[in-house]
């Protein structure tokens, strides 16, 4: 794989931009997304000129505050959420991660975006940056994502130097890192662009990462449900050769243990604030035989266990992170202290013994019950955690601390669990939208026990956005077919009443009232309807009328009219039939005259406005064309032809009266026909 392609090397970390050192940024790697630091913005060339504005608003929600980070494929700027801003929100911003305008020609940079935000999304962790949204709007790709308030990791190390971060301070921040991949392993996806630039540490001291776009499936839980997609990543983004293993360098498929090798490098700067290998990449610090030393404040167990991630040949490095973290310190200090409480009341017991017997029976109770005590403890600390919540609520009321000892103890471990059951309702692909009703009930629940979380705040706050989001999607498909006139099902599954039932699903109480458009637009498909007496039409439009336009005195009593006329053809539709098939039929005269009321008011209107002879001749053998449907005694028809004779006998009495005498006698015999048609009839 030409290496050109997958990132360009960043130079000497020993420049420095203003006040603040930095790194330059890596081209292929995506932004240093979602903080606010006090370094300097990068500048922007004519070429990558920010596509929006302070003050902009982005689909009618989202206003762009400031441009907080810029790389080579996309800008991210912080944003007010009006939606949550309106709803008195203390934190209502968001980071939008926008498509440079250069790349929106180039499909598969648009697909990268999409997939790093369905891959994200997946990936529920209190130690992985959340994507809430994306769309487009005016051209404009973006996400919308947790906007956070920190540094990255690579300023991080900067400000280290030259010692590095203790082995403590370190671990502080290595621990969430590992906790994130590996809930993320487990979840199948290897994130193999690790870095120090794609971890963001909070002012509250908590790890996020980021840019999962080029993370990888690892088939661990396969999703049957999803699109194949060609694997985009190599087109325009790839790995960082600083931090990427001999494998991933050679073009082999990503696996945990290319992720293991980036977090020990990562690790290793943390620890040392220098790179293990020189900012070589891997496979050249291989052919140099390159060796990183051993950082001056571990121990030589730590050292080993660092040094296992760094190993080159991925058969020879650690296989898991849990593994990892496992070696690097081993955590014994329960079991002894419980020992050691034991022990030191076998001790008082054995001493008591030898002055005095009652005492040995005391002290044997008092060891019995420490004994009791501790096996209870660890009982409770080895209960399986769907049990816990019950244990805790049905201990005795003189162990409230223990209840809520324990409640908090585990507490991490039952918010994710929680969280695993909101991602489980969400991604049901049995149902068209997430039961947001079973979201809130998990939520309560939760709040129930925990009830200053602020996790718990941030993830209700993330769901009723994506409830809301849900709901503003549904109602924009809907308005769009109505305004559109578009009453049938469409060939990519829109319809009518089935977009409605999903609103009245997502929002129990929900009331969809239509815009003015489409409003006009049905009354106008309505009326072209009645027109041309489309029975199909008109009772396919009464069905969707019937759905959305009952709101409207103007529109109910169109659909009232629609249902009249509906029977009307109907009936005459019946007496059609039976002609053609040579049955005597009474001709249906009170429907007739419903169905061609409008007509003949047409007719009517147009003999009002004849000025000429040949004008009334033309409505004269529209008249007639009509007739041929009708019986001759048709009232409506009788009424026109009685109407148009009179209409004769006045242009002939005009020209009579200007001397035109052959004029006048042609126009008399035109009414003088039209009357003996009319004789016949009767």
Known sequence: MDRSNKSNEKQDVNETTSSNLTTPHDPSSDDKTLIQTASPQPAHTASSKPALTEGQVINGRYKIETLIGHGGMCDVYRATDLLLHRAGVNTPYVALKVLQQQHLAQQETANVLIREAQKTQKLSHPNIIRVYDFGVEKQAHYLVMEYIDGETL????????????????????????????????????????????????????????????????????????????QDETNIISGYTPTYASPALLQGEKPEIKDDIFAFSCMAYELLTSQHPFQRKPADEAEKAKLTASKPKHINGQQWRTLRAGLHFQANKRIASLPEFQQRLHKRRWPAFVSTAAVCALAGAMGYGYWFHTQQVIDFTAQ??????????????????LDNVVDTAFGLPADKVLIKEGLLRQRQAQLIAQYEEQVNAILNNREERYPDYYAIEEELTAAKALYPDSQQLTFLSESINHSWQSTIEMVEDRLHALLEKGKYYPQENGDDIPLLLSDLKSVRKNYVFVPTPKAEETFTQSFNTAIDQLDLAQIQHLLKVGGHVFTHSEHHKQL???????????????????????????????????????????????TLQKLTTVPQLDSLSNSVQDMASDIPADFSLLTQIRLAMVTKYLDFADTFQSKGHRRSAARVKKKANDLLAKMNDAS
């Open 154 to 229: 690579e300023e991080v190390i900067l400000r280290s130097r030259p010692r590095g971060l203790s082995f403590q301070k370190a671990m502080s921040i290595l621990e969430q890192v590992i906790s994130a991949l590996t809930y993320a392993h487990q979840q199948g996806v290897v994130h193999a662009d690790l870095k120090p630039s794609n971890i963001m540490l909070t002012r509250e001291g908590v790890i996020k990462i980021f840019d999962f776009g080029v993370s990888r499936g690892l088939k661990l839980n396969i999703d049957h449900y999803a699109t194949d997609v």
């Open 367 to 384: 060891i019995q019950t420490l004994e009791q005590e501790i096996r209870d403890d660890k009982a409770l600390a080895r209960l399986p």
């Open 559 to 605: 659909l009232d009219k629609g249902e009249t006329l509906k029977s009307s053809i109907k009936a005459m539709e019946d007496y059609d039939e039976q002609r053609k098939a040579g049955k005597q039929a009474e001709f249906p005269y009170k429907a007739a005259e419903l169905i061609y009321e409008s007509k003949f008011q047409t007719f009517n209107e």
